[in-house]
């Protein structure tokens, strides 16, 4: 493969700490390299340096002649006087860009709900980073650097910008660099880890899961490691005093090893005792929504005669697009919103607490310290089954003694997100609203919240479009689809099926949009009608045959998938080309199961099922 792009002893300082220090690298064509580590270590930095926004105060950085590099920050540089359509294809004429199919699909993915005409500084903070990452993707590049691509996307476009990414180059072509705490997406995308750590970077082989267990097993190693230097030590001093004692024999890594590492974790939560325990401080009534339905100005409901009955200790997670009303579910069920129809009732004993998007809670806190704040706080919240104070919580979400004696409102974004949470809980709600709480997170800081939520004993209520933490928190999900509430039992990908099944309108709106301002006339479907060729009996029952072999094709290659699975399973798990290999092998059979899925999908709809 060749190479693209590189470092060499480079080294990073900023006035208070050093980044990274002889530090060297290289990116090769056909890499999917996802970068994970703790807030504040240099992920955004290394992107920066590599594609040469930052110089290094040492060191140099490489890069083949012609090789061209495209960067989405953590903040743009659009023209808030621009127009959408010149902040995305920028002169290209209309004829260009209505005409290519890769624009087109990158306008439907991601721009769906923004009017192509619209003024860069009129939109949302999300809209306008909507944008940017469009006109990152319309443009041809060699390498893509994404610093949080994820960030105000929901489930469906993240899936969409998975799919674009993964085919967006010819296998061994391109090059791709992504920071993310989206566990999902980087398992999705990525066949490579970066982890960035102590002034350096650490490489792993695979996708997020597969750098878990490398992670697992080289904590495993180190702790063999001092435990050896340990012996060696009381062996020493045993032979100083004694002489010289038994050897030691250094244990091999296998099979039996990596499965002993998760055999005594226990379930990730006892549902059974949470509920219990939810009971005693809810009663039985929490909230029930029955046959609301909720409209604005006239204009068509936002919910649409929705039941929902929620109740002590269940955990529930909202999915829907952007605008979809997941908000105005959220003032619903708290009783800041009373429905035009049905009602809404809220049990005597419930106490509401939520983290919002923007953290309100902070607010009224200003200057005042962090150590300030804890010290109004005197109670113990119970967690893991035992109670844990302010600083313990603070401890164990990654706050140091310095951080003690900062403002609150000089932390970092994640340590903010970190602080809300602890203060919340520690006002012991019986009844949790999350919304996005991944926000600002990195990976590791994303495990210690879920762990803490796990033996939260109350209702919970999670919002979010992190599919990895939504179905790792919550055991039930709902999505919000056209104004009514549905269950999900298959979850987050049910979801998508049933976005996809009823899609198509949102799609073919930016598409539309861009007609109206441009007067092009790009290929969408147009609507089914009565004037439309009625399909016979015959092609009927052979559309209907299609289907029957889809679904005995798509239960083979789900027991293909069991199969490599269990290879895996089986596999020495420090042989990375064989996990890689199976996992690539998993990875085809599920594409194959998509694209069969969409077909069968499309021959339902055409036969009106």
């Not at 990730?268 to 604005?296: C, H, P, W, Y």
Request: hydrophobic share 40%.
């Amino acid at each position: 493969m060749a190479f693209l792009l590189g470092c060499e002893k480079i080294c990073v300082d900023y006035p208070t700490k050093q980044v990274f220090q002889d530090l060297s690298l290289g990116v090769d064509e056909g890499a999917r390299i996802g970068i994970v580590g703790r807030n504040g270590d240099g992920k955004s930095t290394l992107l920066k340096v590599l594609t040469g926004a930052v110089e290094p105060d040492e060191g140099r950085v490489y890069r083949t002649r012609g090789v061209t590099v495209g960067l989405l920050g953590q903040t743009d540089d659009l023209d808030p006087e621009s127009t959408v359509e010149r902040a995305v294809v920028g002169t290209m004429e209309t004829y260009e860009w209505a005409s290519s199919p890769k624009v087109r699909d990158i306008i439907a993915g991601l721009l769906s709900d923004v009017p192509w005409d619209a003024r860069v500084g009129t939109l949302s903070g999300g809209q306008r980073r909507r944008v940017d990452l469009a006109r990152l993707l319309v443009g041809d590049w060699d390498v893509l650097a994404l610093d949080e691509p994820t960030n105000h996307l929901d489930i469906r476009a993240i899936t969409w910008l998975a799919q674009h990414l993964k085919t967006r180059w010819r296998a061994g072509q391109g090059a791709l660099l992504v920071v993310t705490h989206d566990r999902w997406f980087l398992d999705e995308v990525c066949l490579d880890m970066w982890e960035v750590l102590n002034k350096r970077v650490e490489p792993f082989e695979g996708g997020f899961s597969a750098y878990i267990l490398q992670r697992v097993e080289r904590d495993r190693l180190a702790d063999l490691a001092e435990q050896k230097r340990q012996n060696q030590l009381r062996r020493e001093l045993a032979w100083l005093s004694r002489g010289a004692r038994a050897r030691a024999t250094k244990p091999k890594f296998h099979v039996a090893t990596a499965q002993a590492l998760i055999a005594d974790v226990p379930p990730l939560r006892d549902t059974l005792e949470l509920k219990r325990m939810a009971m005693a401080r809810l009663g039985k009534q929490v909230i029930d929504v029955e046959n609301a339905t909720v409209s604005f100005d006239g204009k068509p409901p936002v919910l649409n005669d929705v039941t929902w009955l929620i109740g002590a200790g269940d955990r529930f997670g909202i999915v829907g697009e952007n605008g979809a009303g997941k908000t105005t579910l959220l003032r619903l069920i708290k009783g800041e919103l009373a429905p035009d129809k049905g009602r809404v009732k809220i049990g005597q004993t419930v106490r509401f607490a939520v983290l919002s998007q923007h953290l309100d809670n902070l607010t009224a806190l200003g200057n005042d310290r962090v150590r300030q704040v804890i010290s109004r706080y005197n109670a113990r919240v119970m967690l893991d089954g035992k109670e844990s104070t302010p600083a313990q919580l603070l401890e164990r979400l990654g706050f140091s003694h310095a951080d003690l004696n900062e403002p609150v409102c000089d932390l970092s974004g994640g340590q903010k997100r970190r602080l809300a949470l602890m203060l919340i809980l520690l006002d012991e709600p019986n009844v949790l609203i999350l919304d996005e709480p991944g926000n600002d997170l990195d990976t590791d800081m994303l495990a210690v919240v879920e762990d803490m939520l796990d033996t939260w004993p109350g209702t919970l209520i999670l919002v979010t479009h992190d599919r990895y933490l939504m179905e790792r928190v919550t055991d039930n999900q709902y999505a919000l689809i056209n104004g009514t509430l549905r269950h999900l039992p298959g979850g987050v990908d049910e979801y998508l099926r049933l976005a996809a099944a009823s899609g198509g309108v949102a799609d073919a709106r930016a598409v539309t949009n861009a007609a109206v301002a441009t007067g092009a006339t790009p290929a969408v479907a147009a609507p089914a009608n009565d004037s439309a060729p009625k399909i016979s009996g015959g092609q009927q029952r052979e559309m209907r045959k299609q289907m029957a072999s889809l679904e005995r094709k798509t239960e083979t290659l789900r027991g293909k998938i069991s199969q490599a699975q269990e290879r895996m399973s089986q596999a020495d798990p420090s042989d990375y080309l064989a996990l890689g290999a199976i996992q690539d092998e998993i990875a085809t059979f599920q594409a194959q199961i998509d694209d069969m899925e969409m077909e069968w999908l499309e021959l339902a709809e055409a036969l009106g099922e």
